[in-house]
């Protein structure tokens, strides 16, 4: 290690530069609950504390657990070391959910993990702050967000909609800790965060996860703009 770290760095672009030494916003992450981390944790709070160097910090995490421990770096919305900006956007009626599909920047991030984040961290889990109904929850991330995007065919349990359905088991609600996948093409490298208390994930009538596992049935299909004003479509 002590080799490594006497090399001279990289080139790194402004922005690298900002995230791989910025050592009072890195966390080492061990949870699911992890997310909303107390600055006297930081990998810089730790080295000014034990008198260690907070790269040998970041190299001894980076071996831990077979060479697949993981660093936090809340890249945007933790300026106030919390989780409290947040909060208050998410008071304001015309917040709307994003980044859930987990196909950008796939390297470094998980956002596939966004409505389980939802529905357990700012639920049920939180330590550090308040909490949100888990009604407003459930509604932004449904009916809020199918009307945001022009389907309306869905995002309500009614009569004359689509059986888009999730059967949640809230108490088991949760995370598996991140892990690297080498399965896109080429052998490319994406992160993975598999989630577990799904009881069953129906679309259009179809059950496409059963107890945390995927069926095999897919009758999801591309949507290619919004729908007219109460329209109804079936793909």
């Known amino acids: 290690m002590a080799k490594i770290l006497a090399e001279a760095p990289v080139n790194l672009s402004t922005l690298m530069q900002f995230i791989c030494g910025n050592y009072d916003r890195m966390w080492v992450f061990g949870g699911e609950n992890d997310y909303e981390p ?11 504390r034990t008198g260690a160097n907070p790269e040998e910090l970041a190299y001894d995490q980076m071996n831990s657990n077979g060479g697949e421990g993981l660093l936090y770096f809340p890249f945007l919305n933790y300026a106030a070391r919390n989780l409290d900006p947040l909060f208050e956007m998410h008071q304001h009626d015309h917040t709307r959910m994003g980044l859930a599909d987990a196909g950008a920047h796939c390297g470094t991030i998980c956002d596939g993990g966004m409505p389980t984040f939802m529905l357990s961290f700012w639920t049920r889990d939180r330590s550090r702050g308040d909490l949100l109904p888990l009604e407003q929850v459930i509604k932004r991330q449904t009916s809020k967000t199918a009307e945001f995007y022009g389907l ?4 309500q349990i009614t009569s004359g909609k689509r059986a888009d359905i999730n059967i949640i088991d809230y108490d088991g609600l949760g995370f598996e800790s991140p892990q690297m996948a080498w399965d896109l093409p080429g052998g490319a490298p994406r992160f993975v965060q598999k989630a577990h208390g799904y009881l069953a994930t129906i679309c259009r009538g179809t059950v496409t996860v059963e107890n945390d596992e995927f069926t095999g049935n897919y009758p999801g299909r591309l949507i290619r703009g919004r729908q007219s004003f109460g329209g109804a479509i079936t793909r």
């Open 152 to 155: 309306y065919d869905r995002g």
């Open 38 to 48: 107390d600055p006297a944790d930081s990998l810089a709070a730790v080295a000014a």
